[in-house]
């Protein structure tokens, strides 16, 4: 893989950071990688083998702190970064920037405060300094959410699991009445969400727990509702946001894990702990509880990490079926299950 130049500014990002000049140099965009066009890109791309997750520590002779990088691609050669130092007095430190792609080398040079942060990049770590005696080093890891590949209970109704697939679940039908083919499901029992979306056949009702896992495509040039959208709606017809919210910000309620347009997940900003990278499989784990007279809670899981605990819905309960959502982006979908639960 050719190495790529990231010059990172620590600054609160705007528009201002494309001319702008770091250390002497001023970065110019890829021209290879410049588009009119939304690009969906696949994972041997440079873009996604730079963007993701990174974990280190920066060193000093006081000790060590934990860092953790979010690299969020922006397309045209331009990243997110968002930053998180664990000291030792357990006061969290978040610091963005903006990173650039300049010739064959990785490396940046940044500011906090008067502090000068160096790097270089090489087989996914960058390592470096962040003042004149501290030692900087970040390596891009893969976190794979607890429950991925959970096969279904004893009793659980299986929606998708890339077999039968019209045993459980039914295509919406288009304008003209007739149903869409069914996408070509990949080996792993995956499928691309198909035209009009899914609804299971069943309609449901009662306490439930819902199992799905859903891959959300790279899309570094497009932004909010358009990275990757999607969404898992419930019997009663409330909605639990799909998309790529890994470093990228939209409305309230409308990003991943979110109960559309009303509720963020909880703790749910750039610097979030459970929105992996687009590409990377994720899940989410749903309880659905209904109790008489009231509207129906839920507590759901993202990728393992809790993000609503016993959260009221908007909608009433009622019997009806789940659906999931074709937004016009290739979100795909397996191992989906329901279980029926007594009690609460």
């Not at 990228?248 to 979030?272: N, V």
């Not at 016993?310 to 074709?326: I, S, V």
């Amino acid at each position: 893989m050719k190495h790529h130049l990231l010059i990172i500014t620590i600054a609160a990002f705007s528009a201002s950071w494309l001319a702008a000049e770091v250390g002497g140099v001023k970065p110019q965009p890829r021209a290879d990688l410049i588009t009119t066009k939304p690009l969906v890109y696949d994972a041997d791309s440079p873009d996604a083998k730079i963007q993701g997750l990174y974990e280190g520590t920066c060193k000093d002779a006081k000790g060590s702190h934990k860092l953790q990088a979010r690299v969020v691609a922006q397309g045209a050669g331009a990243y997110k970064v968002f930053i998180r130092q664990s000291p030792p007095d357990g006061k969290i430190v978040k610091v963005d920037g903006m990173a650039m792609t300049q010739g064959d080398k990785v490396s940046f040079k940044c500011l906090a405060g008067d502090v000068e942060w160096t790097g270089v990049y090489a087989d996914g770590a960058f390592t470096g300094s962040c003042c004149e005696s501290c030692k900087l080093q970040l390596k891009r890891v893969q976190r794979k959410p607890p429950t991925l590949g959970k096969k279904p209970p004893s009793g659980a109704i299986v929606l998708f699991s890339g077999k039968d697939l019209d045993a459980e679940m039914v295509k919406r039908k288009g304008k003209d009445g007739t149903e869409p083919p069914w996408n070509p499901v990949a080996e792993d029992g995956s499928m691309q969400i198909t035209k009009g979306g899914w609804n299971s056949k069943r309609q449901f009702d009662g306490n439930l727990n819902l199992h799905v896992e859903f891959q959300i495509p790279f899309m570094p040039t497009e932004h909010g509702q358009k990275r990757g959208n999607s969404g898992c709606y419930l019997p009663n017809g409330d909605e639990i946001q799909v998309l790529d919210s890994f470093g990228d910000t939209t409305y309230p309620g409308g990003g991943c894990g979110g109960l559309y347009r009303y509720k963020d997940p909880d703790a749910f900003d750039t610097f979030s702990l459970a929105s992996l990278p687009p590409l990377e499989w994720q899940t989410y784990d749903v309880e659905y509880r209904v109790s008489p007279g009231a509207k129906p809670r839920v507590t759901v899981y993202h990728n393992g990490i809790k993000i609503h605990d016993n959260a009221e819905l908007k909608k009433d309960a009622k019997p009806g079926p789940f659906h999931f959502q074709d937004h016009g982006n290739a979100v795909r979908y397996r191992n989906i299950w329901v279980l029926q639960v007594e009690g609460r």
